[in-house]
């Protein structure tokens, strides 16, 4: 008796019910996401996030071949006065041209190409052929003016002066560095045109 006494004490000493328990804390759950959705509504809606801008150069052909001028652009146009003397691997001032197009989403200015590891400056609209060491960019419409810059999804193509004589059949690289600091580098071959 003493046992059943315990025990019917116990059974009036009980808390909640594990239904109604489970049931209070699914609504304690509902009321605090409500309050936390309310509260932060107003902030995401005024965020707004952007992707950092890419700059996508993509090598479509070049034309290092020793040959006279005139050497063509992209899209076949001859460049006058651009190319070089035939016979012997390319010289000291002869010109390579890199054909390439932005792929990007944005335009893309280019702050320097390097040949073989040799930097170069740019030269806005060159009527002549370049000095050594000089890199000039055609459009399509024209050499480029002012600023060598592309438009997204648009082809060029950048004449660059030789600094040191290359042998016919040399690999040598290509870098192309845009002034957001990206850096595309490419293999070319001597007295080749792909």
């Not at 209070?24 to 309050?35: D, E, K, L, R, S």
């Not at 959705?37 to 479509?60: A, E, M, N």
């Not at 997204?152 to 600091?181: C, D, K, M």
Request: charged share 10%; hydrophobic share 40%.
């Amino acid at each position: 008796m003493v046992n059943y006494l315990k025990k019917l004490r116990n059974e009036q000493h009980r808390a909640v019910a594990p239904i109604i328990a489970t049931l209070i804390m699914v609504a304690i759950a509902v009321v605090g996401g409500v309050m936390v959705y309310v509260f932060t509504q107003g902030f995401f809606s005024g965020t707004q996030t952007t992707g950092p801008s890419t700059d996508v150069i993509v090598l479509t052909g070049y034309d290092a071949r020793d040959i006279a001028a005139p050497l063509t652009a992209f899209d076949g146009d001859a460049l006058a006065n651009m190319g070089g003397t035939a016979g012997g691997g390319l010289q000291v001032n002869d010109e390579v041209t890199i054909h390439f197009r932005n792929s990007g989403q944005s335009g893309v200015t280019i702050s320097n190409v390097k040949v073989n590891g040799a930097p170069s400056s740019f030269v806005s609209n060159p009527t002549v052929t370049l000095a050594s060491g000089q890199f000039a960019l055609y459009d399509g419409a024209g050499y480029a003016t002012g600023t060598p810059s592309i438009p997204a999804q648009s082809e060029a193509t950048v004449v660059y002066s030789v600094t040191e004589p290359l042998s016919n059949g040399r690999q040598v690289s290509v870098e192309i560095n845009t002034s957001s600091g990206a850096s595309f580098t490419y293999q070319m071959i001597i007295g080749q045109r792909e």
